[in-house]
C-alpha cells in the first residue's frame, strides 16, 4: 500500500524557519516527482512545490520562490520542504503529494498534512 | 501563469441527480504531440486530504465509480455526476499540470438539496 506521511508542522514565529519532511512507501520512490500542496485554513488547493524523481527538475510557487527549498532523499524514500522566513500567509495545512507518472502528473496520492502556524 | 476559473462556487442537487461543474483555464492545457488535455479533477471531503478522480481531462482514476466523468478540451471543462449519492458531498477542485506553476480552480462545493 502507497502511504505518505507528512511530519514537522507546528506553530512558529514570523520569520523563522521550518522543515516539513515526508515519508512514503510501497512504491518505487525515485522513479516519481513530489509535490508539496497546501491549504489555508478554510481555503482551497495551492501547489507549493515540485521535484522530479532524480532532482533535476525543481520547481517553485512564485509565493514562495526564494524562501521555501524542496529537496529529497531517495535513499531514504523522503521528501522535505525547508520552509524560511516564514510569513503569517503560509499559515496551511501542507500535503505531500505523488505523482501519477514519472514526469509532471496528477497527483495519485496524498499523505494526512501537517499543519504549519505563523503567529506571533 | 495558468488560471483556473471554476463555476459554481457551490450547488445543491437532490439526490439521484446530475450534478455538473465547470472549469476554464485562461490558455490551452492541450498538448498538441499526444493531444491530451492536462487537466485532472479531485474530490475533497472535510478533514481528508484531495483524492484524484479524473485525469488527462477524461481518464478516471481506478476505483472511482463510474457515475463521475470528465469532458472537455483546450479550455473548457465539465466535471459530471450523473446521479448524485449522498457519499458525494465534498468541495471539487480541477487543476492544471501542463505547465508550471501547477494550479488549481477555486473549487466548488456540492450539497445535497
Known amino acids: 500500500e502507497v502511504q505518505l506521511v507528512e511530519s514537522g508542522g507546528g506553530l512558529v514565529q514570523p520569520g523563522r524557519s521550518l522543515r516539513l519532511s515526508c515519508a512514503t512507501s510501497?512504491?518505487?520512490?525515485?522513479?516519481?516527482?513530489m509535490h508539496w500542496v497546501r491549504q489555508a485554513p478554510g481555503k482551497g488547493l495551492e501547489w507549493v512545490s515540485g521535484i522530479s524523481g532524480n532532482t533535476d527538475s525543481i520547481h517553485y510557487a512564485d509565493s514562495v520562490k526564494g524562501r521555501f527549498t524542496i529537496s529529497r532523499d531517495n535513499a531514504k524514500n523522503s521528501l522535505y520542504l525547508r520552509m524560511n522566513s516564514l510569513r503569517a500567509e503560509d499559515t496551511a495545512l501542507y500535503y505531500c503529494?505523488?505523482?501519477?507518472?514519472?514526469?509532471?502528473?496528477?497527483?495519485?496520492?496524498w499523505g494526512q498534512g501537517t499543519m504549519v502556524t505563523v503567529s506571533s | 501563469d495558468i488560471v483556473m476559473t471554476q463555476s459554481p462556487d457551490s450547488l445543491a442537487v437532490s439526490l439521484g441527480e446530475r450534478a455538473t461543474i465547470n472549469c476554464k483555464s485562461s490558455q490551452s492545457v492541450l498538448y498538441n504531440s499526444n493531444n491530451k488535455n492536462y487537466l485532472a479533477w479531485y474530490q475533497q471531503k472535510p478533514g481528508q486530504p484531495p483524492k484524484l478522480l479524473i485525469y488527462?481531462?477524461?481518464t478516471r482514476e481506478s476505483g472511482v465509480p463510474d457515475r463521475f466523468s470528465g469532458s472537455g478540451s483546450g479550455t473548457d471543462f465539465i466535471l459530471t455526476i450523473s446521479s448524485l449519492q449522498a457519499e458525494d458531498v465534498a468541495v471539487y477542485y480541477c487543476?492544471?499540470?501542463?505547465?508550471?506553476?501547477?494550479?488549481f480552480g477555486g473549487g466548488t462545493k456540492v450539497e445535497i438539496k
Open positions: 488527462w481531462a477524461s
Open positions: 487543476q492544471q499540470y501542463y505547465s508550471t506553476p501547477l494550479t
Open positions: 510501497g512504491f518505487t520512490f525515485n522513479d516519481y516527482a
Open positions: 503529494a505523488k505523482d501519477k507518472k514519472r514526469g509532471w502528473d496528477a497527483f495519485d496520492v
